[in-house]
């Protein structure tokens, strides 16, 4: 065995070198928590209900030039790459989730879910 001394603020201090009592540990496996089947499913879905998403509804989309962007006015209009009547894309952070049609309700704009995007 070999004697090293280290020093610090307090003065110096002797530790050995004891390799010998070292030992392994075994650790018991650890188990699946057990949860009534459903119950904690839904507790945990429970929890989700209120948690706020943005939800992006995409009419149609172009690109334009700066310039002609900088030159858009009140009652300009801008093509987009969609037909009328077509359905809208609906996603939700950047992943589509269903399909709809734009109707009018109340002087405001929504959407009528015609599909369900499939996985």
Known sequence: MEDKTITDQNGPAQFTDDTESIKSV????????????????????????????????ELGKTEMLMRDVMALTPGSIIELDSLAGEPVKISVRGKIIAFGEVVVVDENFGV?????ASA
Do not use: C, Q
Request: aromatic share 2%; proline share 8%; no cysteine.
């Open 112 to 116: 009528k879910i015609t599909r369900i």
């Open 26 to 57: 075994k650790f018991s496996p650890l188990e699946p928590v057990k949860t009534i089947a459903g119950e904690g499913n839904s507790k945990n879905m429970d929890m989700l209900m209120d948690v706020h998403i943005p939800v992006l509804v």
